[in-house]
């Protein structure tokens, strides 16, 4: 599951699938909003919007209650109301009188002409154009086409990326796990640099190298580890020493210490075949080695480590081995 959230992590930070996500987030987050949780109402409308059939209802009651209030003003802004529509439906009643007498309806008639100046002019309706609706449903065909267009995607992003879980996944997502140390809180000046690196067993080109700039962009050295030694035959490579080294534009030499298991250390073998590049240090969880040159010095901690297991001696070669690398200016130069 981890593995899987790293996965998805490394993804979002890739551009093109951060606007595919949110480019169809928000087309989803759209007709959400829009079709179910807040969807358009019309309020204090008129009659002039509504269907045919309300259309001619409305006309009927304004024509009845005319005839039981006399309020002819009120008709007259009824009238008014129904805007274009009203001769349409005036037209459809004088058809389709249903409650009402068709002389009531005739005599509104006469009395809307009266008051308006102007006869009742029943226009033919005009065939309703499709082109709305082919707008409507091209919006829609655009919003299935982009939304399945980003899935696919993101499907083949994920297929391309779930695959299995490899040593250097596996040591990208410890490094990003562990927690630096906060230098201030110990009394020391923050470091110029600090990086967090894991070796896991299956990396067999584990071999990492980070460059040592100032905040303005000036470049005093590079400091790196990488594999110095092995145990064993046969595939992964069991990896018995890994190589911390510290390079400083102001040395001629640089500064280099060997992190050796328990068992190559005590190898008088191996000792010697690695002594020649440098200091040897055995590797505890927690132990602290100090790198110097010129100008510079590189504290490396072991943060975390576990030894592999197998048909090999005990404690002769790493199963992951986590390192902080923190990096100073050397005190007084």
Do not use: C
Request: proline letters at 5%.
């Amino acid at each position: 599951m981890e593995a899987v959230i790293a996965i998805i992590r490394n993804l979002l930070k890739n551009n093109r699938v951060t606007l595919v996500l949110g480019v169809i987030l928000g087309l989803a987050l759209g007709l959400i909003v829009g079709w179910w949780w807040w969807p358009v109402q019309w309020t204090d409308g008129t009659p002039e919007v509504m269907r045919a059939d309300l259309q001619q209802d409305y006309l009927r009651m304004t024509i009845d209650s005319l005839n039981r209030t006399g309020d002819v003003d009120k008709a007259i802004e009824r009238w008014e109301n129904m805007g274009e529509a009203g001769p349409t439906a005036y037209a459809a009643i004088q058809t389709d009188p249903g409650y009402l007498n068709p002389l009531d309806i005739q005599q509104f008639g006469n009395f809307i002409q009266s008051a308006t100046g102007q006869p009742i002019l029943v226009t033919a309706p005009e065939e309703a154009s499709p082109l709305g609706q082919y707008v409507l449903w091209g919006a829609g065909l655009v919003v299935l086409i982009l939304v399945a267009v980003g899935g696919m995607y993101l499907y083949r992003l994920l297929r391309k990326n779930t695959g299995p879980v490899t040593a250097v996944m596996q040591a990208a997502e410890a490094s990003r796990r562990a927690e630096k140390t906060n230098f201030e809180e110990l009394g020391l000046a923050p470091p110029i640099t600090q990086t967090m690196t894991t070796y896991v067993l299956g990396d067999d080109l584990y071999d990492e190298s980070f460059s040592i700039d100032t905040s303005g962009g000036e470049f005093l050295g590079e400091y790196g580890v990488g594999v110095s030694d092995t145990v064993g035959v046969g595939e992964p490579k069991k990896v018995s020493a890994l190589e911390i080294w510290l390079f400083d534009k102001n040395d001629i030499k640089t500064a280099t210490k060997v992190l050796m298991s328990e068992h190559a250390y005590n190898d008088p073998n191996t000792r010697a075949r690695l002594e020649p590049k440098g200091e040897l240090v055995v590797v505890k969880q927690g132990e602290q080695v100090l790198l110097e040159t010129a100008t510079l010095q590189l504290l490396a901690t072991v943060v975390d480590m576990d030894y592999g297991m197998g048909a090999m001696p005990p404690k002769s070669f790493f199963e992951r081995i986590t390192l902080e690398l923190a990096i100073w200016p050397r005190a007084g130069k």
